[in-house]
């Protein structure tokens, strides 16, 4: 699971703790990195980040989901559950 942020976001700053409830859940199941857009830009260029915070989940280096904007962490840890 990847999230893509900026710290000047107030989503993103929303976003922060449903993030970490699903991480405390899901543990060394899944993998984790938050990443700055504005510390590396060309990653966020890379994967086409056109707004922030953006989610994606990948499963096997595929990617399975990607949403722009704040996901309950009910939400986010259901399609991390479907996907490990």
Not at 15 to 25: G, H, Q, S, T, Y
Not at 45 to 69: A, E, N, Y
């Amino acid at each position: 699971m990847v999230n893509f942020h900026a710290t000047w976001c107030p989503p993103c700053v929303a976003m922060k703790p449903n993030l970490d409830e699903v991480v405390a859940e899901y543990g060394e199941s899944i993998n984790y990195e938050r990443i700055d857009i504005d510390k590396d830009p060309e990653l966020a260029q890379q994967f086409g980040i056109r707004s922030v915070p953006t989610t994606m989940l990948f499963k096997s280096g595929k990617l399975m989901w990607k949403h722009s904007g704040i996901v309950p962490s009910n939400e986010l840890g259901k399609l991390v559950q479907e996907n490990i």
